[in-house]
């Protein structure tokens, strides 16, 4: 008797269909990951005469990827390794890669809805426009932003087994993050602190996001803060790789 051993895109296309169930069967959580960048731009609408329309949504996109890798990415991980979910599926004749893939790119959809969620609420509340080509790159920038956060909750879960544990440790990651960077970037904070929020992960996405909203505003500034997201990303997918177990055991 010969086993038939399913092709990559069939595998693919099941752990996909799969994945994106579980994500609606989880939909609250979703709901909820859309909900808050939303709420941050419409009650800064005041913010938007002052500060400017790109400024307010690339804060809040940066505080909808902090959500989805942070809280969504990581404790969904946190949860089937505990339940032996990875267990299970690592037995079956399917590449460990595309069991991970799966799962990111369920995260990337997630990604592109908060985006569109934050400009859209932008555009009908706060009335801000932006022309098309600094939509498209912003979208594209999500991504890259969204990568560092992802590559983040890994090394959370990679460091730590318990998921109860994960899912506190992101929390507090989450809060820190966003008070941080957010009033870093207002300048509550001192100038400073204001200087070392501009480079870390926070303050990087948020640059890329806001200049490629308005593409006459990219500059060399820009640019490097784009070499230090990858950075960034490069470092914890490594460390986040190498930490990882596929059981809570």
Known sequence: MQTKIPSTSNVMTTLLRADFIT??????????????PVIIVISWKSLVARLGGPFVLSNCITVGLTAIGL????????????????????????????????????????????TLGVFFAGYYFDK???????????????????AVYLSLG?????????????????RLVYFAF??????????????????????SPYGAVKRIISDSLQPGAWN?????????????????????????KWNSR
Request: with cysteine.
């Open 220 to 244: 060399i500034h820009s640019s490097i803060a784009l070499l230090v997201t990858f950075g960034y990303t490069m470092i914890f997918s490594v460390l986040g790789i190498n930490w990882f």
């Open 178 to 199: 966003i008070m941080v960077g957010m009033f870093g970037e207002l300048g509550v904070l001192g100038k400073e602190i204001g200087e070392i929020v501009k480079w």
């Open 23 to 36: 994500q609606w069967r989880n939909r609250r959580s979703v709901i909820m990951v859309l909900l808050v």
């Open 128 to 146: 801000i426009s932006m022309p098309m080509q600094g939509y498209s790159l912003a979208f594209i920038c999500a991504l890259v932003g969204g």
């Open 71 to 114: 809280m969504g990415y990581t404790n969904s991980i946190a949860r089937d390794r505990d339940k032996g979910i990875f267990q299970r599926l690592r037995v079956a004749p399917v590449p460990s890669w595309s069991i991970m893939m799966s799962r990111l790119v369920v995260q990337l959809v997630m990604i592109l809805l908060v």
């Open 154 to 170: 890994q090394v959370i879960v990679g460091l730590i087994q318990n998921p109860e544990t994960v899912s506190s440790t992101t």
